[in-house]
C-alpha cells in the first residue's frame, strides 16, 4: 500500500549543481531529484510544498555542498523492491570520497553475478548524493551515467575528494 499523496511534501534546494527537488513523506527523505540529468522529476501537482517538512534534509545537504558533512543522519524511505533496497543501503555504506566498481558493490550485497542488475538498480536509485549512487564507476576506473549528468558526477567527486584531503576548492 503506498502513502497517501496528502502526506508527501517537497521543497527545493539551490546547491553548485543544480536545483534539487527534495520530496518527503511523514517516513523520511523518498527522493532527490536533479534539474538536469536523464531523471528529472517536477512536483506532483498532489504534492504540498512545505519547507519546513524538508528542513531535516535541506540543512544536511547544505553541509555537505559545504564540504563540512560527509555522512548523513536522515530518516530515509526510498520506495523500491528489496532487491534495489539492498543495493540502496550498500551505497550508504560507500565511505566518502571514495569510489567502487559496480562488481564490488554486487559482491557486497552477496550477489556477485548481479553485475548489470546493480548497475540498474543503482540508476534508480531515488536519493542520489543522500546515498552516493555517485561513488559507483567502472570496473577500469571510468566514471559511467549518472541521473544528474556525469559533469555532476564529476563535480562531486572532486569536491568530495578535496574535503576529505582538506582543500576544499583550494582553501585548505
Given at each position: 500500500?503506498?502513502?497517501?499523496?496528502?502526506?508527501?511534501?517537497?521543497?527545493?534546494?539551490?546547491?553548485p549543481?543544480?536545483?534539487?527537488?527534495?520530496?518527503?513523506?511523514?517516513?523520511?527523505?523518498?527522493?532527490?531529484?536533479?534539474?538536469?540529468?536523464?531523471?528529472?522529476?517536477?512536483?506532483?501537482?498532489?504534492w504540498?510544498?512545505?519547507?519546513?517538512?524538508?528542513?531535516?534534509?535541506?540543512?544536511?545537504?547544505?553541509?555537505?555542498?559545504?564540504?563540512?558533512?560527509?555522512?548523513?543522519?536522515?530518516?530515509?524511505?526510498?520506495?523500491?523492491?528489496?532487491?534495489?533496497?539492498?543495493?540502496?543501503?550498500?551505497?550508504?555504506?560507500?565511505?566518502?570520497?571514495?569510489?567502487?566498481?559496480?562488481?564490488?558493490?554486487?559482491?557486497?550485497?552477496?550477489?556477485?553475478?548481479?553485475?548489470?542488475?546493480?548497475?540498474?538498480?543503482?540508476?534508480?536509485?531515488?536519493?542520489p548524493?543522500?546515498?552516493?549512487?555517485?561513488?559507483?564507476?567502472?570496473?577500469?576506473?571510468?566514471?559511467?551515467?549518472?541521473?544528474?549528468g556525469?559533469?555532476?558526477?564529476?563535480?562531486?567527486?572532486?569536491?568530495?575528494?578535496?574535503?576529505?584531503?582538506?582543500?576544499?576548492?583550494?582553501?585548505?
Amino acid at each position: 500500500m503506498s502513502p497517501s499523496n496528502d502526506f508527501i511534501w517537497y521543497d527545493s534546494l539551490p546547491t553548485p549543481i543544480g536545483k534539487l527537488l527534495l520530496v518527503a513523506d511523514a517516513k523520511g527523505l523518498r527522493e532527490v531529484w536533479f534539474e538536469i540529468g536523464k531523471h528529472r522529476k517536477e512536483p506532483d501537482p498532489a504534492w504540498k510544498h512545505e519547507p519546513a517538512k524538508l528542513a531535516f534534509a535541506r540543512k544536511q545537504l547544505e553541509e555537505y555542498f559545504a564540504g563540512t558533512r560527509t555522512n548523513f543522519d536522515l530518516p530515509l524511505h526510498p520506495i523500491g523492491t528489496g532487491f534495489q533496497l539492498a543495493v540502496w543501503w550498500a551505497l550508504a555504506k560507500i565511505p566518502y570520497g571514495t569510489t567502487l566498481s559496480y562488481g564490488e558493490l554486487a559482491q557486497r550485497i552477496g550477489q556477485p553475478q548481479a553485475v548489470r542488475a546493480v548497475g540498474a538498480a543503482n540508476g534508480r536509485n531515488p536519493l542520489p548524493i543522500v546515498l552516493p549512487c555517485h561513488r559507483v564507476i567502472g570496473a577500469n576506473g571510468s566514471l559511467t551515467g549518472f541521473g544528474g549528468g556525469l559533469p555532476t558526477k564529476r563535480f562531486l567527486l572532486a569536491m568530495e575528494d578535496q574535503v576529505a584531503h582538506g582543500d576544499l576548492f583550494g582553501v585548505a
